[in-house]
């Protein structure tokens, strides 16, 4: 299974992240199966910010995994992100977080994402939706994974979007 993670800290956030699903759902090559609940975070390194709220999609596609971070950035943008500071405040950030067993390493990808296991505004989520999911580089299980962090500030928004 292919998992993204989604987050949004500008607008009227839980709208965006809905209108990010049915856009993806509305791509030819990809469907989404689930979702988690939407959480409530801190903003992660640049803190003087507005507060995000995050989920983790499950989803199937047709497309190779470069494809996919392309889709997705074309997406963002489509959808009104706009190029800012790193970390900075966002509409929409999609980032490509598991993707079964697959291990890539290049310039423009990591899989697994390369910090997905120190955020708890992704672990927390993806916990929930799909615990026994295997890092395949540590061969940990995100249950596993997420108990290992600091969820002070993690709060439950709203139900699954979809599920």
């Not at 800012?84 to 598991?98: E, K, M, N, Y």
Request: hydrophobic share 45%; net charge neutral; charged share 25%.
């Amino acid at each position: 299974m292919v998992y993204l993670s989604l987050g949004s800290n500008l607008g009227d956030r839980a709208k965006m992240l809905r209108q990010a699903i049915a856009t993806l759902n509305n791509l030819s090559q990809l469907r989404v199966l689930r979702s988690s609940a939407i959480y409530e975070t801190e903003p992660w390194d640049l803190t003087s910010q507005p507060k995000f709220l995050n989920i983790v999609v499950e989803i199937e596609t047709a497309l190779e995994p470069l494809e996919l971070l392309n889709t997705v950035k074309t997406m963002e943008l489509r959808l009104g992100r706009k190029v800012s500071r790193r970390w900075g405040p966002r509409c929409i950030d999609i980032d490509l977080v598991l993707w079964g067993a697959k291990v890539l390493h290049t310039s423009a990808l990591t899989l697994p994402h390369e910090r997905f296991r120190e955020r708890a505004f992704v672990l927390t989520p993806f916990a929930e939706l799909a615990p026994e999911a295997v890092d395949p580089e540590t061969g940990l299980t995100v249950a596993e994974l997420a108990g290992r962090l600091d969820t002070t500030g993690l709060v439950r928004f709203a139900d699954p979007i979809c599920s």
